[in-house]
């Protein structure tokens, strides 16, 4: 059975930090694209960022370079993701999700949000001004 399951999510004041950990089981963890997806009230869901399969390469949405860290641990099939300079406009449920790419050689960043195959729960961060 495939799991992701999130945690690390509260609540942080603007400019605080948060670590988030993704814990990931039943199904081969090197040979999936990895992220983390967030989707606030009443917005659609948007990728955060994401990990490539092949190269290790990864990438984030532009709102939030400079402050946001995605890392994993392959042998202990771990995300994480480290959160900084937090603002307002961060707070959202946070995904962790996985996808096992096509044959058409997607980067991570190029599959659709709604086609990553696998999610976790969920975990609420919420950013006070």
């Known amino acids: 059975e495939v799991q992701l399951v999130e945690s690390g999510g509260g609540l942080v004041q603007a400019g605080g930090s948060l670590r988030l950990s993704c814990a990931a089981s039943?199904?081969?963890?090197?040979?999936?694209?990895i992220g983390w997806f967030r989707q606030a009230p009443g917005k659609e869901r948007e990728g955060v960022s994401c990990?490539?399969?092949?190269?290790?390469?990864?990438y984030y949405v532009d709102s939030v370079k400079g402050r946001f860290t995605i890392s994993s641990d392959n042998a202990k099939k771990m995300v994480y993701l480290e959160m900084n300079s937090l603002n307002p406009e961060d707070t959202a449920v946070y995904y962790c999700a996985a996808d096992p790419g096509s044959g058409l050689g997607l980067g991570c960043y190029e599959v659709l949000v709604k086609d990553y195959a696998y999610w976790g729960q969920g975990t609420q961060v919420t950013v006070s001004s």
């Open positions: 039943g199904f081969t963890f090197d040979d999936h694209h």
């Open positions: 990990i490539n399969k092949s190269d290790g390469i990864a």
